[in-house]
């Protein structure tokens, strides 16, 4: 069975994107010696989770409004709503706006400021 061991995000602008995680998420980046390459800690190493990289996007970006045509990653957040209102501030959008996951909680899915999707849960047993 294959397990998601580490992930990418393409960026037109790796440094705006640096920022904007670092700003929503709380991610900590290292851009890599010799190549334009950061590695993303997206946490304690002894929490669940996965840690990725960031490089300069390859080809043009996506258009505005496709269907999804790559993984999406969702993150656990402690505030949807908060999230959300941080999202806003630092130029993402709302792509699929706040809904119940019965069970397990509130998500949404947010575009960040290069169009890339990224899914925000916040945990809620009582989500219906």
């Known amino acids: 069975m294959g397990r998601p061991i580490h992930f990418e995000i393409h960026a037109t602008d790796p440094e705006a994107l640096v920022a904007y995680y670092t700003g929503l998420l709380g991610w900590e980046f290292e851009l890599q010696p010799g190549i334009e390459y950061w590695l993303v800690r997206t946490?304690?190493?002894?929490?669940?989770?996965?840690?990725?990289?960031?490089?300069?996007?390859?080809?043009?970006?996506?258009a505005g409004g496709p269907v999804i045509n790559a993984f999406v990653c969702t993150v656990q957040v402690d505030s949807l709503a908060d999230a959300l209102a941080r999202n806003e501030t630092l130029g993402g959008e709302v792509a699929l706006p706040r809904m119940p996951v019965t069970g397990l909680g509130?998500?949404?899915?947010?575009?960040?400021?290069?169009?890339?999707?990224?899914g925000l849960l916040e945990p809620d047993p009582d989500a219906a």
């Not at 949404?108 to 400021?113: F, G, H, L, N």
């Open 43 to 62: 946490g304690p190493e002894d929490e669940p989770g996965i840690n990725g990289g960031l490089l300069r996007r390859p080809v043009a970006g996506p």
């Open 106 to 118: 509130w998500l949404a899915y947010v575009t960040d400021t290069d169009g890339n999707i990224l």
